[in-house]
């Protein structure tokens, strides 16, 4: 070997040093830019997922508050029925009411087929032992 080859292997050898030094020096970088634009993903999602959290978190306290006045009214109506006794008597009759025609459309149903037949009857106001249409 010439002295012209060894210096043309030795500036080979450190170009291929060079070579691999900025390919190790690419791959970190593009590594850098991955973990950054992971970050910068996850602040942006984060935000976003903070922004619906808040709206959820407004929009529970206002249920609640919804909620706390169905409440408070609630209390007051039945405070109201239990202190007046004449709307505690019709409360009563409204009760019994709804039992006793339930317990109708009971006994009906049995005569009838049912209970949707008898709602048709009653629908539609026709008596069944109507026979006008009959002929």
């Not at 830019?33 to 529970?60: D, M, P």
């Amino acid at each position: 070997m010439t002295i012209m080859d060894i210096d043309q292997a030795m500036l080979l050898f450190k170009l291929y040093q060079r070579l691999q030094r900025l390919t190790k020096r690419y791959w970190d970088l593009k590594i850098n830019l991955i973990f950054i634009y992971t970050k910068y993903y996850i602040w942006v999602t984060n935000g976003l997922l903070h922004k619906e959290y808040e709206a959820l978190q407004r929009s529970k306290h206002n249920l609640w508050k919804e909620c706390e006045t169905h409440k408070r009214s609630s209390r007051t109506l039945n405070d109201k029925l239990l202190k007046d006794d004449s709307l505690k008597g019709q409360l009563h009759d409204v009760i019994k009411l709804h039992e006793e025609t339930d317990t109708l459309k009971k006994s009906l149903a049995k005569y009838f087929g049912g209970s949707n037949n008898l709602d048709k009857l009653l629908m539609y106001n026709k008596s069944p032992m109507d026979k006008s249409s009959h002929g």
